[in-house]
């Protein structure tokens, strides 16, 4: 059911800001909630708490108007349909399961009552009307007209209110001040109006035009009983606009493709229409007299918050501040709260230079743009968001012209990117909204210097890398990052500080691996920020022992191992290691005066950086020869070092 409030409709502004859109305002929101199913929705204005059924669950959520669960009814097996009074102060639940009617205070959200309305008669539906709480019970095989007066202490239950009613499904029943409408869902839909200001139902109209004689999902009524809005039928899609007095067509609201299964009419008479659809608009928001959606809302059939919006799932805020509406989710049954829905959107452009120099005037222009147009002297608030600034700064308010328009020139203090914001907060028919545009402010040049750049250094040595920073306005840290080849040591900062009266700051890295450093300045209101970046190279650790040699020997005034042609030299070389690291081995002779090449080959290294070649005859003898293990970059299998060879090893065969 929807809100029986008659309150007058006050559009509150909302602090939420929409950057620039015409869509949804940035602060709607889509909660999941603890149930399983869904029966109905009542909104209480008063306490702003919104009350969702749940059938499968036998309890009653209740939730604030940011859609987050406040309290639980439990104890209402099969609860399904809600109303709440015209005074916000009792909401009214059917029970079937226990054949009973349920009041529950809203200024607790606790059962207050239970009142039974006789064994079997699971009554589904109930609307509040002159003063009476009125509900569609089933006594046999069809449903009939009840009621009580809640104010009585002991209320009297009055069954068969309307003798030789009998239908087969309960109506949807509305109501507003003494008026009391009965809606026939199913493909043969029909309406019926009674006026209950005697205690009595007395017809007043029934029927239901043609355009919505299919397949009505759900109905409204408007606060002061004037208009009914229907949302059924088939092609062409609509809701159907219904004068209560006589049950004639008096508009329609065409909604893209899907049947409409929602409707609700805000108490200044804008409409919300939601269709069962999966791709295209899922609620489409009507101003009085008009036929085309001024608002639009559209869900990926993805999207964690809901794809689908369920049959007579919206519900008006009773001051038309809010439009909430019941979505079927991917995780679920959400909450969705649309704010500003019943006020136009609006769109904020703000126009700026792409660049400007810094203490020079510049010019800015903007624009308001919505369907309605804007109340004389609407203004925005002008903020201005810098270095020097970062949560902004205010530079006043500006008029707003006939077309929208308004200016403003700013002389920015400080450079880098200038940020003008314009606001505006919303008036009672127009949502909130904002737009900025970013400005290039010119700053003077840094100069940052970094050392030893593509230096080579052993490994393990510590060196020491010196940022040299220029002069600047004001900021004098320097950040200094080294990061080290290879994905498994990640990027990190060594040092942060400010520079010393020479304008130096210094970190030390043991240099393991090839490194790249670089040092940051970030800048200030009137300094360029600066990045520079160098690369020094670490070679690595390596050494090769000789063994099975009978002697060793000078030839020259080279030492030489020496070895019987029988016998497999030995070479085992140690070097620093890393994962799937190899070693090449480099085998040359001395032949005609020269040392030439004799072969090469790569050997992997063990966990603990060693490799053990055997080198296998048979030998010849009488000639010089040796060998040296190197770390080859990238052929090595990676490439976090610099091309590392060892020192040569002498060896000579004899007989």
């Known amino acids: 059911?929807?809100?029986?409030?008659?309150?007058?409709?006050?559009?509150?502004?909302?602090?939420?800001?929409?950057?620039?859109?015409?869509?949804?305002?940035?602060?709607?929101?889509?909660?999941?909630?603890?149930?399983?199913?869904?029966?109905?929705?009542?909104?209480?204005?008063?306490?702003?708490?919104?009350?969702?059924?749940?059938?499968?669950?036998?309890?009653?959520?209740?939730?604030?108007?940011?859609?987050?669960?406040?309290?639980?009814?439990?104890?209402?097996?099969?609860?399904?349909?809600?109303?709440?009074?015209?005074?916000?102060?009792?909401?009214?639940?059917?029970?079937?399961?226990?054949?009973?009617?349920?009041?529950?205070?809203?200024?607790?959200?606790?059962?207050?009552?239970?009142?039974?309305?006789?064994?079997?008669?699971?009554?589904?539906?109930?609307?509040?009307?002159?003063?009476?709480?009125?509900?569609?019970?089933?006594?046999?095989?069809?449903?009939?007209?009840?009621?009580?007066?809640?104010?009585?202490?002991?209320?009297?239950?009055?069954?068969?209110?309307?003798?030789?009613?009998?239908?087969?499904?309960?109506?949807?029943?509305?109501?507003?001040?003494?008026?009391?409408?009965?809606?026939?869902?199913g493909n043969w839909s029909g309406l019926s109006v009674y006026d209950v200001s005697s205690g009595a139902p007395v017809l007043r109209k029934e029927g239901m035009p043609s355009e919505a004689a299919n397949y009505m999902n759900d109905f409204a009524l408007s606060a002061d009983a004037k208009k009914i809005v229907a949302a059924s039928g088939e092609m062409p899609y609509a809701a159907t606009a219904i004068n209560t007095d006589d049950l004639t067509r008096t508009g329609g609201y065409p909604v893209e493709a899907g049947n409409p299964n929602g409707a609700a009419i805000a108490p200044d008479g804008t409409v919300a229409v939601s269709t069962f659809n999966w791709y295209d608009t899922d609620i489409s928001v009507f101003k009085p007299g008009t036929t085309t959606p001024y608002r639009t809302y559209t869900y990926d059939q993805y999207a964690s918050g809901g794809d689908t919006i369920r049959s007579q799932g919206l519900a008006w805020a009773p001051d038309g501040s809010r439009l909430f509406a019941i979505a079927d989710g991917n995780s679920g049954i959400h909450l969705r709260v649309l704010n500003d829905a019943a006020r136009y959107p609006v769109k904020v452009s703000v126009s700026a230079p792409a660049k400007a120099t810094r203490a020079k005037k510049l010019s800015v222009t903007g624009k308001l743009t919505s369907d309605r147009s804007f109340p004389s002297g609407s203004k925005v608030t002008i903020t201005r968001t810098d270095i020097d600034s970062p949560k902004g700064k205010s530079l006043g308010t500006k008029t707003v012209g006939s077309t929208g328009a308004f200016s403003f020139t700013d002389t920015p203090p400080a450079g880098g990117n200038v940020t003008y914001t314009a606001q505006y907060a919303g008036d009672a028919t127009h949502a909130p909204a904002s737009g900025k545009d970013t400005v290039a402010v010119s700053r003077n040049a840094t100069t940052l210097t970094l050392n030893h750049n593509k230096s080579v250094y052993n490994y393990g040595t510590d060196v020491s890398f010196t940022a040299h920073l220029g002069s600047t306005y004001k900021n004098r840290t320097v950040e200094l990052w080294a990061d080290p080849y290879g994905s498994d040591k990640p990027k990190k900062l060594l040092k942060t500080g400010k520079v010393n009266s020479k304008g130096n700051l210094s970190a030390t890295v043991d240099m393991t691996r090839d490194t790249t450093v670089t040092a940051v300045f970030k800048g200030d209101a009137r300094s360029a920020d600066k990045t520079v970046k160098i690369t020094a190279y670490a070679r690595v650790k390596v050494s090769t022992a000789i063994s099975q040699q009978y002697k060793t020997a000078k030839i020259g005034s080279t030492s030489y191992a020496y070895f019987h042609r029988k016998t497999d030299p030995v070479f085992t070389t140690t070097m620093t290691y890393y994962k799937n690291r190899s070693q090449r081995l480099n085998l040359e002779v001395y032949f005609q005066g020269k040392w030439r090449d004799a072969g090469s080959q790569y050997f992997a290294l063990g966990t603990n950086g060693k490799s053990t070649v055997t080198l296998l005859g048979p030998h010849d003898t009488g000639y010089r020869m040796r060998m040296r293990a190197s770390y080859v970059n990238g052929s090595s299998g990676d490439n976090v070092n610099s091309t590392t060879y060892g020192a040569w090893k002498y060896f000579y065969f004899t007989k």
């Open 1 to 185: 059911m929807r809100t029986m409030s008659t309150v007058l409709a006050v559009l509150f502004s909302s602090t939420a800001i929409a950057a620039g859109t015409m869509g949804p305002a940035a602060a709607d929101s889509s909660t999941a909630l603890s149930i399983s199913s869904y029966g109905d929705i009542a909104v209480d204005g008063l306490h702003q708490r919104v009350y969702i059924s749940d059938p499968d669950g036998n309890k009653v959520v209740v939730t604030d108007y940011a859609g987050k669960v406040v309290a639980t009814v439990p104890n209402l097996p099969g609860v399904r349909d809600l109303a709440i009074t015209p005074d916000s102060g009792t909401v009214y639940a059917a029970v079937p399961g226990d054949d009973s009617v349920v009041a529950i205070a809203t200024s607790t959200a606790t059962e207050a009552a239970r009142h039974p309305i006789g064994e079997n008669t699971d009554p589904q539906t109930l609307a509040v009307a002159g003063g009476r709480v009125w509900f569609a019970y089933r006594q046999e095989t069809a449903h009939h007209l009840g009621s009580f007066d809640p104010s009585l202490g002991t209320p009297e239950i009055a069954l068969d209110q309307l003798p030789g009613l009998y239908l087969g499904d309960a109506p949807e029943l509305e109501a507003a001040g003494n008026t009391l409408v009965f809606g026939i869902h």
